[in-house]
């Protein structure tokens, strides 16, 4: 498939894209900042949708495409972007900056990988290379656990930002071990079937993806925030109950217009099975709890998970507000 060299390109700088030009008609206040550490890939086809929904109630929504979750974290950090798009936990606990996760995006739903020619189980790793998104991200927490698990250490972590670009890398030879998304996995499977392993993961409840903000930012923008929660729940829940809206919604806001025919092929059986692991309703102090359980056995986090407290981490305001008025699922 072609992913991979359009994600090659597009990851080589950071890439500054706003979503849809003004509304006509709207007057807009100042524009909300997303920094947002990937590119715009078929995976994210729901959430820049839900944008141009924001957009549509009057939210200047500005989003720039930036090549790791560190980076799009450190323009949140500096003022350079109002929210960041990722999984901020250890920089919240390590950095202590004022900022507030306030709705989960995704969960973790990845899949560690080898190729067999090298390693056929979690012991084979031992000592060797592995290679993850990005540093404190979800991918590099799983695989983290999984070698505290399984008895081992790796000798050495290479942060290799997309999931496409990891499962080219695998195709070339260039990786060996990984861990890939489900798309990713059907591309293997498909490429070079038997050549690849899948690993045995087990249960992960936990945050993949969040949205989070300087809480100053939270606290005076509480209209366009809400707007923008709603806007993305309501877009999700739409797609829950039938994953092929997401094809209707590129159409509606001419989203991905350079997709090639083989990433335009994946959108269905994409969201067919992302579809069924959507948070309807933001995650809040639920999802909060699984990641501090997830996140400090993983080593993410640090201290006991019973005595980390949500309100250190989230800001449920706009969520809450959000969910008494359209309800919860």
Known sequence: MNMFARRMRASAVAAVLCLSAAVPGLAFADPMRVAFGDIATVESLHLLAALERAKE?????????????????????????????GGPYA???????????????????????VNTEFYKEWKDLNGQEIAVHSRGSGTEAIMQLMADKNGIAYSNISYVPGAEVRTGALLQGNVKATIVDSSG????????????????????????????????????????????VEAILTTWREVAADPKATIALREKYKLLPDATPEMVADIDPYFAEAAATLPLNGGGEDAAKDDFDFYTVSGALEGKAADLKVEDFWDLTALNAVLAKIGTK
Request: glycine share 6%; net charge neutral; no cysteine.
């Open 91 to 113: 920089l919240l606990q390590k950095v202590k900056a004022p900022i507030r996760i306030f709705l989960q995006l995704s969960k973790l739903q990845f899949y560690p990988v």
């Open 57 to 85: 109630k009057g939210v200047d929504v500005q989003v720039t495409f930036l090549k790791s979750e560190d980076i799009a974290a450190q323009a949140v950090v500096s003022g350079q972007a109002d929210i960041g798009i």
């Open 185 to 228: 996995k059907r591309i293997l499977e498909k490429e070079a079937p038997g050549k690849f392993a899948f690993l045995p993961l087990g249960e992960v409840a936990a945050t993949d993806e969040a949205l989070f903000a300087n809480t100053d930012y939270l606290s005076k923008n509480t209209k366009d925030v809400e707007i923008l």
